[in-house]
């Protein structure tokens, strides 16, 4: 069974971690059909506004998979609902990015949709229409998808319903379990107020590594200034990111000294769609590659950057194999 290698990077001493080092991803999360209208002027409310539209797939879990396998990582497992209408075709772009899909076909209702509207500064806003992702249930679980698996990662948006909230937790608990560790995503701060930051924490307890960005982790402590929130959330959480677009990341850890890791500059900036879940996927590559956590977070930078110069949230073809 494949494995993550990251290239360049070395395992620091005493880098490791419970679970962390040798072995294969899981996500579990959402896999969605992308609309994204990129538009140069302001939009002009009640006609018309010149735009190039694309239909691309996306999904913050099915995009942080991608990036994870783009980023070095061989044994890349994804698991996600769809609707039967698109499920051939996602199914098809995630193997060919690397993947292996672990879907479940929804025959009731559609493939989660989002319109991602990007402005001349490459800033996008999102209408969502969610469809099966938070249909996910318990049926589709089972424990041995977690078999050689050194972590799992959580899409956040399964949290904001019941039965595919229900699901995340059990994968949690075997994951657990089985001493493999977890982290999440808390993937909008809009639904995240709508759930309550409460019955968010109170959900992700037991994970050992969030990954917000500043808009979430604010909204998770009531602190304004992010490396506030970072040390904050890492006293409930072992490990916290806290992205911040343009201005880096920050990392904190138990509590201690934030660290702060610059962003990568790029020219031709195009669309920011995605670039927090190609950080994730960066990040989670180089850790399982035997990274500590500020090369990590390095490699998760390195992977926002690229991010930014292509349209939706995936990366382009994977270079050819050395």
Do not use: K, Q
């Not at 005493?14 to 209208?37: C, P």
């Not at 672990?102 to 009731?108: F, G, K, M, T």
């Not at 490459?122 to 589709?140: I, K, M, N, Q, Y």
């Amino acid at each position: 069974m494949g494995r993550c290698h990251a290239p360049g990077l070395r395992r620091p001493a005493g880098s490791g971690g419970r679970g962390v080092s040798g072995g294969g991803l899981l996500v579990i999360g959402d896999v969605v059909t992308d609309v994204v209208a990129r538009h140069g002027a302001p939009l002009v409310h009640g006609t018309d506004t010149a735009a190039r539209i694309r239909t691309l797939p996306g999904g913050a879990g099915a995009n942080v998979a991608c990036w994870a396998a783009r980023s070095g990582c061989s044994d890349v497992r994804l698991l996600a609902r769809v609707g039967a209408d698109s499920a051939d075709w996602h199914r098809d772009a995630l193997r060919r990015a690397g993947v292996r899909c672990l879907l479940a076909v929804d025959e009731r209702a559609p493939t989660a949709t989002v319109v991602a509207l990007v402005d001349s500064a490459a800033e996008r806003t999102f209408l969502t229409d969610s469809g099966a992702v938070l249909r996910l249930s318990p049926a589709d679980w089972s424990p041995p998808m977690l078999d050689g698996v050194a972590h799992l990662h959580l899409s956040g948006y399964l949290l904001f319903a019941a039965t595919s909230r229900a699901t995340a937790l059990l994968a949690l608990r075997e994951a657990r379990r089985r001493g493999i560790t977890v982290s999440v995503d808390p993937a909008s701060a809009g639904f995240l107020a709508e759930l309550g930051t409460s019955r968010f924490l109170a959900a992700v307890e037991g994970a050992d590594l969030l990954l917000p960005n500043a808009d979430e982790a604010r909204l998770l402590t009531g602190l304004s200034e992010p490396a506030e929130a970072a040390a904050e959330l890492s006293r409930r959480v072992g490990r916290v990111v806290v992205t911040l677009g343009e201005g880096g990341a920050l990392l904190a850890e138990r509590g201690a000294a934030v660290r702060y890791v610059p962003a990568v500059r790029v020219p031709g900036a195009v669309d920011s769609t995605g670039a927090g879940d190609a950080f994730t996927g960066g990040f989670l590559a180089a850790r399982l590659a035997g990274a500590d956590g500020v090369a990590a977070t390095e490699a998760g930078c390195r992977a926002g950057a690229e991010a930014v110069t292509v349209v939706g949230g995936r990366p382009g073809p994977l270079p050819p194999t050395p």
